[in-house]
């Protein structure tokens, strides 16, 4: 039996012309895969007659599960339900229970029951409607011709709600899915080529029901493994024993899995060692330090930041020598080294990291292209220095300035252990 396949349906003109991104789709496809649905295809259309009323009647020969958000709101340029009316033959009602859920919705709020409002209680009378707990517009369910349509609210909230809820559970039951088990392993430290041919033989090694896609951002590889069987808890096994076999052989690329943050790994090990750590920045402007303190607890290891954006802040505050700024510049081994151990003594910490450089998109000569940075990592045993090139693009630069200093850190505190 085939897998229950998907289409996902997106009303909004907002989404056509680049007002809104389309995060409900991402969203919703998402959750299917991890259900062990097959979407196959995703439309953002505008929410026009012709454009709805078209989009409904192509599918039904594609998909099992018809899901489509938008539309449903009480105002003039919300036409879907009209439209739903017209192509499942319905009639508008008032739905007693809908009416009773959005009296009670603007009583709680001590908010006037409007007219248009009052419109949300209207629904077609041969859908099965949903209920819509975060807000008023009711979700709505056809079966026709064996295909299955749920209407949603565009509301992020509202219709995840809508399918954590009803959505999943119910079309687990009323159609076929499969085991599907994903992992993503998160790498650092090899472009995207460089890490395939390092991997080759592993990735030829997987079996045909395990299948592996690269996802390569700035300064990041994701490798996600996505497995379907008939046995989940030997799915789980064999998908756990090829991440196995990767550690091993890419054991300083892998940093994390699936939703793993590099700032919180960081965070972790430095508390768990009873570690502490300071940032003196130049070309990342407080990046790293803001990055570090997103993750809550971070009180814990982290003791504050030097902005030295200037050369009189690298001296004056960090202690960096007049005589080295001027002979070899901010952006140089020599400067960088002075900066990580100058905050390291400021703030008294453990470990301190430092960057300088070039962020771009101007500033390079011929000796030190845009792009060229310089970092160092600090303790009370030694002090490392690196030099790397990102290239021209300024916030892709101090992005990866901030997580290959994270990651010197990382390394240093995993063979430290």
Not at 356 to 373: C, D, F, H, L, M
Not at 374 to 384: D, N, P, Q, R, V
Request: aromatic letters at 8%.
């Amino acid at each position: 039996m085939e897998v229950a396949k998907v289409i996902i349906i997106s009303i909004g003109d907002e989404i056509l012309i680049g007002q809104i991104a389309n995060t409900n789709a991402t969203w919703m496809a998402e959750i299917l895969n991890s259900n062990g649905f097959n979407t196959v295809e995703i439309r953002s259309i505008a929410d026009d007659e012709n454009a709805i009323l078209n989009t409904l009647k192509s599918v039904r020969q594609l998909a099992d599960l018809v899901l489509v958000t938008g539309g449903l709101g009480p105002t003039k340029d919300d036409k879907t339900k009209q439209i739903i009316c017209d192509f499942f033959d319905s009639q508008i009602i008032i739905n007693d229970a809908v009416l009773a859920h959005v009296k009670s919705f603007f009583a709680i709020r001590n908010k006037e029951l409007t007219e248009l409002n009052y419109k949300q209680a209207e629904v077609p009378d041969n859908c099965e409607v949903v209920h819509n707990a975060m807000g008023t517009a009711p979700g709505m369910y056809f079966v026709k011709e064996n295909i299955h349509f749920v209407f949603m609210p565009g509301v992020p909230f509202e219709m995840e709600n809508i399918m954590k809820t009803w959505v999943i559970p119910e079309m687990c039951k009323r159609l076929f899915t499969k085991n599907i088990i994903q992992k993503t392993i998160l790498t650092h430290g090899l472009g995207e080529s460089f890490l395939a041919d390092k991997i080759s033989k592993w990735e030829n090694s997987l079996p045909t029901h395990i299948k592996l896609a690269y996802l390569p951002t700035p300064g990041k590889v994701r490798l996600r493994l996505r497995g379907i069987g008939d046995n989940r808890g030997e799915l789980q096994m064999e998908i756990e024993k090829k991440i196995q076999e990767l550690q091993i052989i890419i054991p300083n690329l892998i940093y994390g899995f699936d939703d793993d943050l590099m700032e919180e790994i960081i965070g972790n090990l430095l508390r768990k060692n009873k570690l502490t750590l300071s940032t003196a920045e130049s070309c990342t402007g407080g990046f790293i330090a803001h990055k570090i303190t997103e993750i809550a607890g971070s009180s814990d290891y982290f003791k504050g930041s030097v902005v030295a954006y200037s050369n009189e802040i690298k001296e004056k505050v960090l202690g960096i020598s007049a005589k080295n700024l001027l002979t070899y510049g901010a952006v140089s081994e020599q400067v960088i080294i002075q900066m990580a151990e100058g905050v390291r003594k400021l703030f008294d910490t453990d470990y301190a990291i430092a960057t300088s450089g070039i962020a771009g998109p101007s500033g390079g000569t011929t000796e030190k292209s845009v792009g060229t940075v310089w970092i160092a990592l600090s303790s009370s045993s030694k002090t490392i220095a690196k030099k790397f090139n990102f290239g021209n693009h300024r916030i892709r630069n101090i992005n990866l300035s901030f997580l290959s200093a994270i990651n010197m850190l990382r390394m240093e505190l995993l063979n430290s252990d």
